[in-house]
Structures are given as structure tokens and as C-alpha cells.
């Protein structure tokens, strides 16, 4: 089973994670930017971060044979602080980058004035760096949030086929589908979904442009829950293909509009010293 999470946040997870993710099949990853639970009060900090995103952890993800990616922008949780405000107009040299497969998580926290000028704006540099674009539904009123998200995307210049909706469930999963958008799904082990309701969902609304992922953070989550999906699948009668699709073909598909998609993971540009997989710098 070969395994490409196409949501997880692994600057929050550890190096054993990889090495057990390796095992599980996992091949590839995209890592998103994303609001760390600390809010961040200074623009610098977000550059830093995402530097890390492009250097560090590609690096850390290669030494165990994952393919790592990125997404970058200004999350919807702190779009609304003025003192984030100005990444917004750094963001266009971070997504020229190799690397960066999309633009996000973008999307709704609160369902703010802010967050709709954020969003606007963000959708339009996807369309400038001919980026796809992944949007973060909101966790409160995600039915509304979604109905929102749906409305500036479509005012927007972005094909609404190069769009993921993330972290659907039930209440959203049937409007996310009539859109034509990409239906992204988060598997936790105590909330958003579960590897058999999601089961369920791909009985009734199909394997069509839907991605499972972990959305593994610094909270309750684990990064093997895409297999766990996977195994589910095979239980309840989907065939391999099947789970070939949805857990490694649609991402690429996905993620493969950027034009920037490397599947093979990177060899590490040196060799680790005396044992150490954490290098600290050469002679």
C-alpha cells in the first residue's frame, strides 16, 4: 500500500514518526503552513517558519525516504491579527519557490471581514503563480464556513477544479461535491472523522477527487491514520485500486498542477555524522 498524505504538519511531529510513517508505506507528504497555537506576533516568525518548510524539513523527511512538499500562506487563524498582515505581501516570493505544490491553508476561522480579504487575496496569488489553491474549512459553523468559502472562491479567477476543501465531513461533504471542487478529509482519533465513517462517505459520494489525510499536529492525531483508512477500505470491500486512488493517485493529482511534484524523495545533501541523523553543519 503506498501512501501520499497530502495534509500533515510534521514541523509538530517527530523524527520517529517518520521512520514508522516509511513503514506504513508512506511516500510522499505535503506539509501545509498552518497556525501553530502560539499565535505569532511578529511577520519574521512566519518567514522563518516557512523557510523550515523548504529547507529543514525536506532534509529531515529525505534521511527516512519521504518525498516532503509544502504549502504556504497566511492561515485563516491569524489573517485577522494587523500584525500578521504584511506576510501577505511576502508571500509571492515564498510561493515561486520549488517546493511549494499550493497555496494554503487558506480559508475561515472566525468568518471575518479580515479573513474575507484574506482569502480573496490569496486565491489570486494562486492564480498568479498557476498554484492550486487548499482551503481550511472552519471548525465552528462548518456548513456556513463552507458556504462562504464556496461563494469567494467562485468570485474569484481560480477554477474551482483546482481548489481543495479540507477537513469535510457529513454535513458538508454533499455541497463540497456539487461544487466540482477537490474534497479533502481529516482522520483523527477523537474528532473530525474516523477511518470507517469516512468508509461510509466513500460508499455514498465516491473515490473521485477525494484525499484522505492525517492533518497530524501538535494535538490528539496520528500520522498513520491514512492507513488505518486504507486497511478499512480493503475490510469493507473496496479493492486495491481503490485504495490506490484515493490514498495515492488523487493527491498526485491534485498537487501535480503545481508542475512542481517530486516523488522521489532527495538523497541528503551530506552524510550524517558519526551516527547523528541531525546534522548541525559541515567543516
Same mark, same amino acid.
Given at each position: 500500500?503506498?501512501?501520499?498524505?497530502?495534509?500533515?504538519?510534521?514541523?509538530?511531529?517527530?523524527?520517529?514518526? *517518520?521512520?514508522?510513517?516509511? !513503514?506504513?508505506?508512506?511516500?510522499?507528504?505535503?506539509?501545509?503552513?498552518?497556525? =501553530?497555537?502560539?499565535?505569532?506576533? $511578529?511577520?519574521?516568525?512566519? *518567514?522563518?517558519?516557512? !523557510?523550515?518548510? /523548504? &529547507?529543514?524539513?525536506?532534509?529531515?523527511?529525505?534521511?527516512? &525516504?519521504?518525498?516532503? $512538499?509544502?504549502?504556504?500562506? /497566511?492561515?485563516?487563524?491569524?489573517?485577522? !491579527?494587523?500584525?500578521?498582515?504584511?506576510?501577505?505581501?511576502?508571500?509571492?516570493? *515564498?510561493?515561486?519557490?520549488?517546493?511549494?505544490?499550493?497555496? &494554503?491553508?487558506?480559508?475561515?476561522?472566525?468568518?471575518?471581514?479580515?479573513?474575507?480579504?484574506?482569502?480573496?487575496?490569496?486565491?489570486?496569488?494562486?492564480?498568479? $503563480?498557476?498554484?492550486?489553491?487548499?482551503?481550511?474549512?472552519?471548525?465552528?459553523?462548518?456548513?456556513?464556513?463552507?458556504?462562504?468559502?464556496?461563494?469567494?472562491?467562485?468570485?474569484? %479567477?481560480?477554477?474551482?477544479?483546482?481548489?481543495?476543501?479540507?477537513?469535510?465531513?457529513?454535513?458538508?461533504?454533499?455541497?463540497?461535491?456539487?461544487?466540482?471542487?477537490?474534497?479533502?478529509?481529516?482522520? *483523527?482519533?477523537?474528532?473530525?472523522?474516523?477511518? %470507517?465513517?469516512?468508509?461510509?462517505? =466513500?460508499?455514498?459520494?465516491?473515490?473521485?477527487?477525494?484525499?484522505?489525510?492525517?492533518?497530524?499536529?501538535?494535538?490528539?492525531? !496520528?500520522?498513520?491514520?491514512?492507513?488505518?483508512?486504507?486497511?478499512?477500505? =480493503?475490510?469493507?470491500?473496496?479493492?486495491?485500486?481503490?485504495?490506490? /486512488?484515493?490514498?495515492?493517485?488523487?493527491?498526485?493529482?491534485?498537487?501535480? =498542477?503545481?508542475?512542481?511534484?517530486?516523488? %522521489?524523495?532527495?538523497?541528503?545533501?551530506?552524510?550524517? $555524522?558519526?551516527?547523528?541523523?541531525?546534522?548541525?553543519? &559541515?567543516?
Amino acid at each position: 500500500m503506498r501512501i501520499f498524505d497530502p495534509h500533515i504538519h510534521m514541523t509538530s511531529r517527530t523524527t520517529d514518526d *517518520y521512520r514508522a510513517m516509511y !513503514d506504513a508505506g508512506v511516500r510522499a507528504v505535503v506539509e501545509p503552513s498552518f497556525w =501553530l497555537g502560539q499565535p505569532r506576533t $511578529h511577520p519574521a516568525s512566519f *518567514y522563518d517558519y516557512f !523557510d523550515a518548510l /523548504l &529547507g529543514w524539513e525536506p532534509f529531515r523527511a529525505a534521511q527516512y &525516504g519521504i518525498a516532503h $512538499h509544502c504549502t504556504i500562506a /497566511l492561515n485563516p487563524k491569524e489573517a485577522g !491579527d494587523p500584525r500578521c498582515l504584511p506576510v501577505l505581501e511576502e508571500l509571492p516570493r *515564498y510561493l515561486a519557490k520549488d517546493g511549494v505544490v499550493a497555496v &494554503g491553508e487558506i480559508g475561515y476561522d472566525s468568518m471575518t471581514p479580515a479573513e474575507d480579504r484574506a482569502l480573496a487575496a490569496q486565491l489570486q496569488m494562486a492564480v498568479d $503563480h498557476e498554484l492550486p489553491a487548499m482551503v481550511h474549512t472552519p471548525h465552528r459553523d462548518k456548513a456556513a464556513g463552507l458556504a462562504r468559502t464556496l461563494d469567494v472562491v467562485r468570485e474569484s %479567477d481560480l477554477p474551482i477544479e483546482h481548489v481543495l476543501i479540507d477537513h469535510l465531513n457529513e454535513t458538508t461533504v454533499a455541497a463540497a461535491t456539487d461544487s466540482g471542487c477537490w474534497r479533502g478529509f481529516s482522520i *483523527y482519533p477523537d474528532t473530525k472523522m474516523d477511518p %470507517d465513517r469516512m468508509v461510509a462517505l =466513500l460508499r455514498s459520494h465516491g473515490t473521485e477527487r477525494v484525499l484522505v489525510n492525517s492533518a497530524a499536529d501538535w494535538g490528539n492525531s !496520528d500520522p498513520l491514520t491514512p492507513r488505518r483508512v486504507g486497511e478499512a477500505m =480493503l475490510a469493507a470491500g473496496f479493492t486495491e485500486d481503490d485504495v490506490d /486512488l484515493v490514498l495515492w493517485r488523487n493527491p498526485v493529482e491534485f498537487y501535480g =498542477l503545481s508542475g512542481r511534484l517530486e516523488l %522521489d524523495a532527495a538523497e541528503p545533501a551530506a552524510p550524517t $555524522h558519526e551516527g547523528n541523523s541531525v546534522l548541525r553543519g &559541515g567543516e
